[in-house]
């Protein structure tokens, strides 16, 4: 005979998140209230008739910014959890595949990035963006896999656009004050491509790169970013803490923000 368990949906809220990283790395957000919920456990109906009506309350707008913020978070964990090593920008070739199609375009992209996966072991999560005129791009990390070229285009450090030195003497004399090169990825045959290895501030570069969600207003292609590969992810434990004891310990390196009416503070250790 089997002993099947319940939980009373008390019993599956939790007001604090840990996430660790494989670097070590442990980024804790803690609620006010309990609302992180254990994944593995299905919702009863009248759990299911309580979130629909919470949802059905929630405004368009929030919902949106909720969205996003839940996309932001995924890309945030599968940069940091992956030892990517280029952030690289690919467009599409109006000759090659209809830049307008969104439809069209993701299957170009899906199939290409399967194909690398399989057969360079190819690492991604990329964020798609769409020009002014409507034409979709796409920003984001690999890894080292894909047998880059050097472009002969130089960009950072004291340069205000990207550009090529007149010279090999003026290209070391850039690269020594702390220009970046910046290769193509050869294999990328559907546009242009450029990819520019990771140096500085790995979280910043991140963050600018989930900023790219934060812009759109919709999903592009039905995605907010598209990921791949042996990827890994952060181990995330839920548990109860204190909000303010925690607070009073931690003050000095904690931040804080609201967020649908209900306070939170995350602390990074």
């Known amino acids: 005979m089997y ?51 919470e949802g059905a309350a929630s405004s368009e707008a929030a919902n949106l910014a909720r969205a996003k913020r839940r996309a932001r978070a995924a890309v ?75 472009s002969g285009t130089l960009t950072g450090g004291e ?17 020594s004050r702390g220009c970046h090169v910046v290769y193509n990825v050869p294999d990328w045959k559907l546009g242009f491509s450029t990819a520019i290895e990771l140096y500085g501030d790995y979280r910043a570069a991140v963050g600018y790169t989930c900023k790219y969600i934060s812009k ?5 292609g039905g995605r907010w970013y598209y990921s791949g590969g042996a990827l890994r992810k952060p181990d995330v434990v839920l548990t109860d803490v204190d909000f303010d004891s925690f607070c009073d310990a931690n003050k000095d390196s904690l931040s804080t923000f609201s967020s649908g009416g209900l306070e939170f503070v995350t602390v990074t250790f």
């Open 3 to 53: 002993n099947i368990h319940s939980k009373t949906l008390p019993d599956l809220l939790h007001n604090c998140r840990v996430k660790t990283y494989p670097n070590g790395i442990q980024e804790v957000l803690l609620a006010r209230e309990a609302i992180f919920r254990e994944a593995g456990w299905e919702l009863s109906d009248k759990w299911k008739t309580e979130a629909k009506a």
């Open 76 to 150: 945030k964990d599968i940069a940091l959890s992956n030892e990517f090593t280029h952030f690289v920008t690919f467009t599409l070739d109006a000759s090659k595949v209809d830049r307008y199609d969104i439809n069209a375009v993701v299957k170009k992209l899906n199939t290409w990035l399967d194909n690398r996966v399989r057969r360079n072991g190819l690492k991604y999560v990329l964020v798609p963006e769409l020009h002014k005129d409507g034409a979709v791009h796409f920003h984001g990390f690999i890894n080292d896999c894909l047998g880059l070229v050097d």
């Open 159 to 175: 340069l205000k656009r990207p550009r090529k030195p007149r010279s090999n003497r003026e290209r070391v004399e850039l690269l």
């Open 216 to 220: 759109e207003q919709q999903k592009i």
